[in-house]
T-cell receptor
């Protein structure tokens, strides 16, 4: 059974810092890995999707990497802003439904 | 990209009533739809998986008689919370997966429905 773990559970940083969120998964037989953002009381916003054949994806200040063989992904956020404060969820999809990690709650302090 | 809609976005009901939530894939055919539930400050937990035209498969601990799922067409799935109680108050999110290619390898999420049972 696929398990997804995210570290750290919570993170607080001053504005402008670069930061890394970590995600690990137990079953490397995945189609893709997605990073989502969720604001309090809101639904999911898809940030980046990395296909299993890819190693990274970039969108603006966000860069996600994937090492399928080791079951790891990182989400790098450059020059963090208060507006980046949210919960970031990592999820993997394979032959089973998409499995979520518990998320990292990020606070960027002005 | 693919769009999944949910209706209603918010519902408040009295204890003991039933609530129906609709999930639609707007621009692709969803052979499989998933229903997730999220309690405050927790992650999304899969409740059930439904394939068009067949009975839903429920995750362990989810009561199938309480959470009725119907997936009658390739673009519509409904979740009915029967005899809702305050502990059913949660954020319900549906997701759809398509027939082939990109739509098969990715799940697309609806915006969610927040249910409050008084």
């Amino acid at each position: 059974k696929q398990e997804v773990t995210q570290i750290p559970a919570a993170l607080s940083v001053p504005e402008g810092e670069n930061l890394v969120l970590n995600c690990s998964f137990t079953d490397s037989a995945i189609y893709n890995l997605q990073w989502f953002r969720q604001d309090p009381g809101k639904g999911l916003t898809s940030l980046l999707l990395i296909q299993s054949s890819q190693r990274e994806q970039t969108s603006g200040r966000l860069n996600a990497s994937l090492d399928k063989s080791s079951g790891r992904s990182t989400l790098y956020i450059a020059a963090s802003q208060p507006g980046d404060s949210a919960t970031y969820l990592c999820a993997v999809i394979g032959n089973t439904p998409l499995v979520f990690g518990k998320g990292t709650r990020l606070s960027v302090i002005a | 990209g693919a769009v999944v809609s949910q209706h209603p976005s918010w519902v408040i009901c009295k204890s003991g009533t039933s609530v129906k939530i609709e999930c639609r894939s707007l621009d692709f055919q969803a052979t499989t739809m998933f229903w997730y539930r999220q309690f405050p400050k927790q992650s999304l937990m899969l409740m059930a998986t439904s394939n068009e035209g067949s009975k839903a498969t429920y995750e362990q601990g989810v009561e199938k008689d309480k959470f009725l799922i119907n997936h009658a067409s390739l673009t519509l799935s409904t979740l009915t919370v029967t005899s809702a109680h305050p502990e059913d108050s949660s954020f319900y999110i549906c997701s759809a997966r398509g027939l082939a290619g990109e739509y098969q390898e990715t799940q697309y999420f609806g915006p969610g429905t927040r249910l409050l049972v008084l």
